[in-house]
């Protein structure tokens, strides 16, 4: 079966820190993909990446970056210097090769001036 | 136009009325989807459309109808909802590429109540 676990439900921090938000899943698929997408406020879920599982490459698009570990199953996100307009809910997904998205439940960063 | 557009915005419909959500996206996408989001839970799947069939219900209750009437369009037809279906509806959509899963664009969603 396979799983998202968002382990942290809410992180606040202050503006220009450093915060990591962790995503571990479970799968038996060899081929999967996995995403993170961020709700803000205004309900919209925006995507922010798509990793597929022969990718382990990390990726950094400016302030934001990602660590994909096969080995721990985890695809962490991390935002450097962190400002007020991150404060949302960041889901990470997983897809096993279907259109069916499963959702981890979740963590709601809070960023404070 | 990279959006996925969403109508109306807002909803509040009696357990007798009879109403539609609707969706529309002009990126070429051949894929569209109804999430369910309650408050403070991640979005849940209901239906996905795949070249305007309908391939995954997730056994969503009768009184929730998809429509696709062309590739850009999507409806959901609401009937004797209950008060518990009262949530953020959120449609998506993504292109279809045989051998690989694409990233889903979300529309801004309609926010439901029934009284």
């Known amino acids: 079966a396979q799983k998202v676990t968002q382990a942290q439900t809410e992180i606040s921090v202050v503006e220009k820190e450093d915060v990591t938000l962790d995503c571990v899943y479970e799968?038996?698929?060899?081929?999967?993909?996995l995403f993170w997408y961020k709700q803000p406020p205004s309900g919209e879920l925006v995507f922010l990446i798509r990793?597929?599982?022969?990718?382990?490459q990390n990726e950094i698009s400016g302030r934001y970056s990602w660590n994909f570990q096969k080995s721990t199953s985890s695809f962490n996100f991390t935002i450097t210097a962190s400002q007020v307009v991150d404060s949302a809910v960041y889901f990470c997904?997983?897809?096993?090769?279907?259109?069916?998205?499963?959702f981890g439940t979740g963590t709601r960063l809070q960023v404070f001036p | 136009d990279t959006e996925v557009t969403q109508t109306p915005k807002h909803l509040v419909m009696g357990m007798t009325n009879k109403k539609s959500l609707k969706c529309e996206q002009h990126?070429?996408?051949?894929?569209m989807y109804w999430y369910k989001q309650k408050a403070k839970k991640p979005p849940e799947l209901m239906f996905v459309?795949?070249?305007?069939?309908?391939?995954i219900n997730e056994s969503v209750p009768s009184r929730f109808s998809p429509e696709c009437p062309n590739s850009s369009l999507l409806n959901l037809h609401l009937h004797a909802l209950q008060p518990e279906d009262s949530a953020l509806y959120l449609c998506?959509?993504?292109?279809?590429?045989?051998?690989?899963?694409?990233?889903?664009?979300f529309g801004p969603g309609t926010r439901l109540t029934v009284l």
């Open positions: 998506a959509s993504s292109q279809v590429r045989r051998g690989a899963v694409n990233e889903q664009f």
């Open positions: 799968t038996r698929d060899t081929t999967y993909y």
């Open positions: 990793r597929n599982s022969f990718d382990e």
């Open positions: 997904a997983l897809s096993d090769n279907t259109d069916k998205l499963i």
């Open positions: 990126m070429g996408h051949r894929a």
């Open positions: 459309y795949s070249y305007e069939k309908l391939s």
